[in-house]
């Protein structure tokens, strides 16, 4: 092969694309041969600012044709805007020699290229102008500025940054590494000081486009394939630079293609019935990027069934049932594998596998009765699985079936009155054994001693008990629970009126199980079985008894119970039932949950309190409603010298004080001698009681003080003495009168004078004694006597006149009077206690100022008027107060007969008494003027003399 | 009762704030037509929402454009904004025109900012900055019906727009994104300012439109107080 004269490229003609900045060359290699083809290699050198500045050299290897015009295009780096850009080419036939045995075609001439208009003085430019990036690319910025402008300042986001001087007008700014910041871009900007001459690019940084994640294809109804993936970043950014990213499905085995309108979802439309295999891909794409995935797959391994339909459940009974359903036909081809479960009491109780084209049935047996049980169902592929259809799922309950098993039942007996109260306890039959709603319980009592003598109660399904009252303690009980279906088997149990053997109640402990109860057992072979019982609720009448069926060949169990509590006492029974169903206390058994300290101290009263001692007592303690047993008491004791008494220790007490300690270990002893104590001292006891786990409640002392000795004794002689010498006096008082009348009378009776004896026996034998009945009264005399009068009179004796004048008339009585008595005295109603106190009977008290017949509820004025006749018209205030004088009437005078005139006139004048010779004066008691008439007389006959003012 | 020096000032006081505030209450100063001044005055009320609004749209936007246009300080050379209707106007100018070109300013520069704001909605990427802006365009909308209405109360043309002068500047290819923020930025300040300025024309306007006090009175002398 002839070797080839070089071939100068010629023409080279240079665009510019900004937005890409790329320099685009094309140029034509001349003398080229016609219809000859040439592999040639191209030199391509390029120049920034100068052509002698060669900032890029590289081949370029292509077939040239002849006039064919040669593409090549050069991507800057820096923005083309910012400087202006040489470009020559030379050319070498590329004959496979080395390069150095080849010879270049000449350099074509420089081509220049001026992406920028020249620059004004004050002009400032930044490029590029739009830039768009992914997260963590470089990117050179430039400035160009023209002459005028020297001091510019350029920022990104804000903050200034110093870029590199490329030429006096360049300023270019390497970026490298960028980050994403914002969907409008990142601000970059220069400015010139003092000009304020700005401009500024957006560089747009997109985030990188991720590939879909989770792509894959399926179908529900071999009619669409849904093909879904997650798309990862948004990388769409504002000002139109970027949209969000697109995504394209295309499949290549029908070689069709789909854009997708949403960005995580599309839907591929199924035409061919017969095309199985699918072959898929999915392109994500932005400006920057494109991403893909693809996916291959047979059409039937992705069928993701719809829920079954139709979905019943026929022909239910007690304990089976029929679950029918139908699914979507996919062919006969193509069938489905279904998964039944049977779902009771939210657990899954059965689970089969059904294959089904078109319908399928399950049949579900062995159910509860009266049970509610739901039936799901869902379906896969058959042949492949991919994914499970949504469950269907159906709810159905089982019909009853009769109880299965008879009651639990217990008793408890009691005989009133002659009856026997049964109270009958029954334990509701669990779900399992009721099968059904327990509508009521039947129960059948049969008297023992007269078979046929059969009554029938019934209890409603909700009862657990029912109390009886039978006549008689011997009876047979049936017991059955009904529902809807049937009846149970029955439950028997017998009660007899003995009352059985007094048993012994033994303490038990808890153990970590429960309450460990054991008996001997009954030798007797008619035994069928113990039972336990307890009561759970002791404040409940009924207590809520539970029990406990054990076999015949137990002796021991475990009691255990959620609803045992710490602190109470639970009282346990054992029974033995013997054949005839009756039941006999064997054991009794008591024990706590757990012990507690005692809930509080007992209430301790003091008595017998000595000098020396003292008795606490609480008896009304009970120890057998405590939360514990009770083993004992403490008695707490402080005292002033802090000396113990015999018997007690010292020990620190709840209050941190020192005290004694007396422990008595009786529970049963509630009374407490302290002794040896000191007479006149202080002295504080607390009584605590304790059981196993410690002792009852700090409480607070209660103090007591003992009496001294000698006021002790004085007590123990005084007080009786005292007494004596009440009673003594009391005595003595009672019997004054008695003893007054009896030895010194205040009037003698002349009957008992013993100078009467002596005068009749040595002068006159017939000396008699007058008797004051003969002594008829003929006139009143009312005194009134002035208060000098009284104080003359009366001396120094007290005196018993309030007023300051006394005032007395006597007035004569009638001789017509109606009866006969004594001298009647009006006296003035005004008088003291004193007077009372002279042994005056029928005083009443009455205001001076107010006569007499002024005083209606006295003396009515007629009474009085018909009393004292004409001659009393002498106002009592006219009466002169000289001729006033206490009178004094003598129990011998005569009454006054005849002249009234006189008697008016002289008051004072007293007639003796012509019948007697006794001048012994005496005051007439008002009760012994009897004589008087009518009642008022006892009211106002009074007689005011004091002992000291007899007149002789 | 204990009146003191103190006292009769403040009750003088106080009734001289009820006598100026007379011709305030709408009940006495209607003497039938209304007249254009509850217009007027609801323009204000208008104006002065929108001056609250704005600030808070502007604090979004600017926020979204980024820095620098989001610093307080920051204030570019107008460049492509120069064709936005200025609100700034010498004070002697303002005070001198009369009550037809003041408000065909204000109707002629709220015509302009408004189209230009609606494209503002196309560069927002977020879809709450876009509800944002279409809502502020809304209650433009509204205030330039409101000024319309005065206008016409007033028997004042509307300006009709000539051929030609519709707003030139919008965004296109030509204009780099920078300097689009930059109009941006500025086509919020300007409204800004507008809004201000408007609130002054408005209030100066409303003043002028109602009755001096001193009728007021005479009319309540009338009616024997």
Redesign the interface.
Known sequence: MDKLSPLTPVSPRISFKSSLQHLDLEWTVQNLPHHQELKMIFLIEISRIRTSNIIWVGNYSTTVKWNQVIHWSWKSELPLECATHFVRIKSMVDNGMPPELSSWSEWSSWEEVHAQNPLEPNALF?FP??KLVEEGANVTICSIFGSNLKDIFC?L???LIHGEQLDSHILTFELSNVPF?????????C?EKPT???????L?VSKVLEEPKDFSCETRDFKTLSCTWSPGVDT??????QPSQSYTLVESVSRERKHCEHKNVCNWKITQELQEIYNFTLIAENHLRKRSVNIFFNLTHRVHPLAPYNVSLESIEATQATLRWKVLYHGNRYSLLCQVELEGEGKVIQQSNVSVKVSGEEIFSELVPDTEYQACIRCAGAGHFWKWSEWNCQKFSTSEAAPSEALAVWSTVREENGSCIVNLFWKPLSKLHAKGKILHYNIITENLDKPHRVKLYSASGLANDMKLTLDQCAYQINVTASNSAGQSPASVIAISGDSGKEVEEERIQRTEDGFFVSWKPLSADNIIGYVVGWCVRLQDPLCDLQWKNIGPNTTSTVISSDAFRPGIRYDFRVYGISTGRVASLIEKRTGYYRELTPSMNPRVTVKNLTSHSFVLSWTDYSTNDQSGFIQGYHVSLKSKNRQCQPGFEKAVCSDDSVCCKYNIKNPEQKTFTVENLQPESHYEFLVTSYTRVGEGPNGTFTAVTTPDELSYTLVQIILPMIFSVLLIISVCYWKSQWVKEKCYPEIPDPNKSSILSLIKSKENPHLTIMNVKDCIPDALEVINKPESTKAQVMGTEKPFLAESELTAYLYPLQKEHSGPGPWICFENFTYNQSASDAGLCGHIPVPSKDLPWQQGLLTQPDNLLNVLEGNCEQPLREIPAGEASLNYVSQLASPLYGDKDSFSNNPTTTMPEPCSDYKMQMAVPACLASPLPSKESSLSSVVLLDQGEHYH | MDLRAGDSWGMLACLCTVLWHVPAVPALNRTGDPGPGPSIQKTYDLTRYLEHQLRSLAGTYLN??????N?PDF???R?GAETLPRATVNLEVWRSLNDKLRLTQNYEAYSHLLCYLRGLN?????AELRRSLAHFCTSLQGLLGSIAGVMAALGYPLPQPLPGTEPTWAPGPAH???????DDFWLLKELQTWLWRSAKDFNRLKKKIQPPAAAVTLHLEAHGF
């Open positions: 930044v102008k739009r920022y986001e804000g903050e910041v914002r969907v409008s871009g990142m601000n970059f900007y400015v304020n001459i700005t401009d500024g690019i957006v747009f769409g950014l504002g000002w139109s630079m | 979204y454009l980024g820095p620098p246009f610093e204030n570019p050379p460049l196309r560069q927002a990427a977020t780099s994104d920078f300097l689009q923020k930059m």
